[in-house]
Structures are given as structure tokens and as C-alpha cells.
């Protein structure tokens, strides 16, 4: 695939921002958006009107947004290599660091990468074990995989079956990876809704894990509202078998039978109701964490991991419909939230949608303890806008450790990876970017970076339907991100990049 050298900034015609428009209504009258919970769910899409498609073909033939599949970036950007996906066929999710390896999450298992060459990454192991959507950390010699689709039993060989059974199993899976080639399944924990996602709260002798998941509709029996808490898990870690939930702290406590999160549409039309949270990134040198959690974003203390407690809670009822993911500066006085909107299956990247939603919320930490408070300063996203035919949305990301700095690099599904800096948080202006034209000119198919991480001196991306992505970016304001190098990255575990 040839690689084009670019900075052009994509623009669309005006026809497709009345289009676009359109969707945005769909949207907003279609309620609360939701993360895809199944891995079909995540391959479906559908063709879009004849204009559309017109629309699409001319704005390739005419170069103002790439061709189906071609690459790409901006000339501080190299595309060092592609892996396609290999046995484990489904969708590529997360992506966990330690050494010298790369795990990557699939809804069909794990796949292990030596990367020790990052031009060159090496399949060590592909661990086959369905269950969307197989959030993935790891700390150690343990790894651990989120599962939150119904199955018929807690093993590697279990098959989808409906919620309403009473035999189905959703949770989090524990495996030893101390033989990287050979990854043994040791543990499981069921836990109530499944698990969406999972962050880590390491300790010498244990971790903790935070169980984040949410209530898409009435089907689980075990997460009907008020789902307003998460799972606290102690694993041992000379004894992982031991594993077990110590501990539901309500988030969201209030009067009624949905608690006290946003109550979501009509109230708040467009808006998610709260039923738990989507994912949780924790700074433990701070004691502090950040919820994303559907209609709210909240701030809360973690010096006690089984027993945190929230320090402020924030709605944005205007431009933000799910709130997604949540990212800490070094300094801990900024948290960047997304919002995923559409659930991360819509071409929300237009001009019909604009620049408030679909997009980053940046915000300021402000006063000191228990009188923090989170105060939005502005949004970000990128302005290449995208196909019809193309999801794309705010989604994974990371910081990039340059001291004095504050600089990530973020998924946009098939919107691509984008670097941007946020040092001042009312004026984020993006610095680089990679990413490929749009799978289909006819039909809207799910695909593109789920993640994008920065990890010793390289981004990682991990395409949903493409493969596993290495890129590296050479430009004055990250270059001293080099310099860093960490043993271990669990993004949802911030580490402490000049502390550590």
C-alpha cells in the first residue's frame, strides 16, 4: 500500500452537511447512545442513500478525503507497518504494554506481540476466548479480559446465549502470562452486568480491579437500573484463584428507582441515562480517578482502592450524549473526557454534526481535596471531516509524556489517530495525524482505531478491522517523549511519568 505524505485538511461539500444534519436528528430522537455490547452488532452497518454514496465517490475522485483503504498522514507521521488479524477474526479492541510485549484485546480472544522491533512486531501467542469485548490489562505475570456478552459458562469454549438464562455468565477472566507463548486461564469472577471495561489499581501484593459496566436495556436481569455502582475485585497476586468482589460502592446514590446519575432522555433529550459507568482511568501517585459513566463524568478519591469516593460529578446536557473515557495531564489539574457518540457505529465527523459533539470535553481541576472541582474549559475534535460511509467519533487514547506539555495522541475510529496538545485547555489544536480512507464508498461498516497509544517512543493502534498499526512521530513538541520509557502501560492506570 503506498504511503502519501499529506497535511491537507479534509472538507466536505455542503450537500453532505445537510445529510449529515439529518443523521444528527436520527440521533437525538433515537435516545440514549450505547457502546456496541455484541461483537455481530459491531460488523452490521447498512448503505447509505444514492446521494450519499455519490457524494462519497466524488469527494475521493475530487482528493478531498482519501480512497477506499489508502493511508494517509502528515509528514511528521511514518506508517512503519501493518499486522492484519490472523485466527482471531473478530473485533479488535484494547491494547495493553509490559516490556517488550503488546497484548491486543479481539472479541474472539487475545493475540501477544513481541515488539521489541517495532517495524517488525512478532506474533508470540493468540489466545482464543470469545467475549466481547475483551477489555484488556495487564500488571505482572497476570493478564485480565473484560467479558460483558452473555455466555453459557465462564470457559474459553462457552458460547453467546441469551441474558435472560439463567446459566449465563458475564465477568472479568484471569490469566498467567508468565510464559508469554503459553497463556494458562487460572480464575474467573462473575460480576453483576458483565464487564464492559476494567481499570487496574496495582498493589505489591494485590490489584485491584475496577469493574465498569452499564445497563443497555432491561434484558440482564442483574444490571436493570439502578445499576449505579461499580465492582471492586481484590486478586491476590501470589493467588489469583482467590480472586473475588470485595466490594459494589454506589456512584450515583439519589431517591428513586434510577439514583441519582442524569436521568438521560426525555428529561435530558439525547442524553444517556446513567446505569453505571463505561470506563474509569485512575492516576494512583494522585490517589485520584476519573469516571466517564454514560450521562456524567465524575472526580473521585482512591486513596482507599476498595472503598473510593466521589469528589464531584459534572453533566453536560447540551453537546455530550455518552460519555465515554476519561484521560488525566501529568499534573493532574486537566481531565479530558470523550464522548462517544452514536455509540461508535455513526459518521458523527461532518460538518452537519460540528465541532461540539462526538468530541473531547476538556477540563480544569480546580481548588484542593475534597473541594476539587471539575470546570469544562472548551472541546476538541478533528476537523479532517469524514465519509457518510465512515463511523467515526472521540474514542481511546493517551497522553504522551513531555514534561511541561500536555500532548495525546486519540482513536477516532475510521477518523484515524490524531495527535493533539492541550497545554492550554480553551485552545487544543491538533499536531499530527494517520489515518485511511473509508471502507466502503456504498455502506457504513464499523472500523478504523479503536486505540491509539503512546508507548517508549512508538504509537500503537489497534484497527478494529485492519489489523495492528506502528507509527512514529517525529516533531520538536513529542520528540522528548522518547526519552520516557515505562516497564508497564495499562492506560486506564496513568503511571507517573517523572515520578515513577
Known amino acids: 500500500m503506498t504511503l502519501l505524505h499529506t497535511t491537507r485538511v479534509r472538507r466536505r461539500p455542503l450537500g453532505v452537511a445537510v445529510a449529515a444534519a439529518g443523521l444528527l436528528a436520527t440521533l437525538l430522537a433515537a435516545g440514549p447512545a450505547v457502546a456496541t455490547p455484541d461483537p455481530g452488532d459491531v460488523a452490521t452497518g447498512g448503505k447509505v442513500s444514492s446521494s450519499q454514496a455519490a457524494d462519497t465517490r466524488s469527494a475521493i475522485a475530487s482528493g478531498e478525503i482519501p480512497g477506499v483503504d489508502e493511508v494517509v498522514h502528515s509528514d511528521n507521521i511514518e506508517h512503519l507497518t501493518n499486522i492484519p488479524k490472523d485466527a482471531l477474526a473478530g473485533t479488535n479492541s484494547d491494547l495493553a504494554f509490559q516490556g517488550k510485549y503488546a497484548f491486543a484485546g479481539n472479541y474472539d480472544g487475545f493475540r501477544i506481540f513481541d515488539i521489541s522491533d517495532p517495524r517488525d512486531p512478532k506474533t508470540v501467542a493468540q489466545v482464543l476466548c470469545p467475549g466481547s469485548q475483551n477489555d484488556i490489562s495487564v500488571s505482572g505475570n497476570l493478564l485480565f479480559l473484560s467479558t460483558d456478552s452473555s455466555r453459557s459458562d465462564n470457559s474459553c469454549n462457552s458460547v453467546s446465549q441469551p441474558a435472560t438464562e439463567k446459566s449465563s455468565w458475564e465477568g472479568m477472566k484471569i490469566f498467567d502470562i508468565s510464559d508469554k507463548r503459553s497463556p494458562k486461564y487460572v480464575a474467573a469472577v462473575e460480576t453483576a452486568c458483565g464487564s464492559h471495561t476494567h481499570t487496574l489499581v496495582p498493589e505489591r501484593r494485590n490489584v485491584y480491579i475496577y469493574v465498569s459496566s452499564y445497563a443497555p436495556n432491561a434484558a440482564f436481569p442483574d444490571c436493570r437500573p439502578p445499576h449505579d455502582g461499580i465492582s471492586v475485585i481484590k486478586v491476590p497476586r501470589k493467588a489469583p484463584e482467590k480472586a473475588a468482589i470485595v466490594n459494589f460502592p454506589v456512584l450515583f446514590p439519589g431517591e428513586g428507582p434510577d439514583g441519582g446519575g442524569n436521568p438521560g432522555s426525555p428529561t435530558n433529550p439525547g442524553v444517556s441515562k446513567t446505569t453505571g459507568c463505561h470506563d474509569i482511568t485512575v492516576l494512583p501517585s494522585r490517589d485520584l480517578a476519573a469516571g466517564a459513566c454514560m450521562g456524567d463524568g465524575i472526580l473521585f478519591d482512591i486513596e482507599d482502592p476498595e472503598h473510593p469516593r466521589v469528589i464531584d460529578q459534572v453533566q453536560d446536557n447540551v453537546n455530550f450524549a455518552f460519555w465515554h473515557s476519561a484521560t488525566f495531564n501529568q499534573r493532574a489539574d486537566k481531565v479530558v473526557f470523550t464522548d462517544e457518540l452514536g455509540g461508535g457505529g455513526a459518521a458523527t465527523c461532518n460538518a452537519g454534526i460540528g465541532p461540539n459533539r462526538g468530541a473531547d470535553g476538556i477540563y480544569d481541576i480546580v481548588g484542593k481535596g475534597d473541594r476539587r472541582k471539575l470546570v469544562f474549559r472548551s472541546y476538541y475534535k478533528i476537523d479532517r471531516h469524514q465519509a457518510d460511509t465512515e463511523n467515526c467519533v472521540a474514542h481511546n487514547g ?34 499530527a495525524y494517520f489515518e485511511r480512507g473509508p471502507l466502503s464508498e456504498t455502506t457504513i461498516t464499523t472500523g478504523g482505531a479503536w486505540s491509539a497509544y503512546y508507548y517508549n517512543g512508538y504509537i500503537y493502534s489497534n484497527d478494529i478491522a485492519k489489523g495492528f498499526d506502528v507509527l512514529k512521530i517525529s516533531d520538536r513538541r513529542t520528540d522528548p517523549g522518547r526519552r520516557v520509557q515505562v516497564h508497564e502501560l495499562n492506560v486506564q492506570t496513568q503511571p507517573d511519568y517523572f515520578n515513577d
Do not use: C, H
Open 398 to 431: 493517551s497522553l504522551i509524556p513531555v514534561k511541561g506539555r500536555d500532548i495525546m495522541v486519540q482513536a477516532w475510529y475510521q477518523g484515524g489517530v490524531s495527535v493533539w496538545d492541550f497545554t492550554n485547555s480553551s485552545k487544543p489544536k491538533e499536531i
